[in-house]
């Protein structure tokens, strides 16, 4: 199924890393990528680069942002994702699901964890991309509970908030 078409998806900081390479290459992004650079004003040429379409903005499918919420809370990562890391992942899944080469360009470390255990390739922009994946272990730090998921990030017995520790990592 795989058409070997590369897509790259685009998250806020290379555009606010003045990342100009837009020539021979596909390349996407989320609405809200847009609205996190327009509203800090962050980049100067960026309703040129939409203009002549050299970044596509498109809007995940709900199905795969729901998708991206369980497999991120089931990891671990869920309290550590913006709606933007979700919708950006939720893209790539789409775009790799419809047989493309789905990139993501992100320093983000929680947002990279999660593309790796959904088989979704990753670049950093200024940072390494990361070398290990990680299914982390929520707790308490002061009871000692161990939760499988974040929950409401509070412990249920003592009422602390609710720490995390890798509990199963993976080599990439």
Known sequence: MKNNETIYILDSPVFISGFTEFINKKFITSNLVIKEIKTKNLIKNLDIIIKKGLVKIVKPKEKYIKKIIEISKEIGDFKKLSKTDIEILA???????????????????????????????????????????????????????????????????????????PKKLRNL
């Open 91 to 165: 893209i790539a899944l789409e775009e790799k699901n419809k047989g493309k080469n789905a990139i993501i360009v992100s320093d983000d470390y929680s947002l990279q964890n999660t593309a790796k255990h959904l088989g979704i390739e990753i670049e950093g922009i200024h940072f390494p991309k990361i070398k290990k994946s990680i299914e982390w272990q929520w707790y308490c730090p002061s009871c000692f509970k161990k939760y499988d998921n974040e929950a409401n990030g509070i412990c249920q017995i003592c009422g602390s908030k609710l720490k995390r520790k």
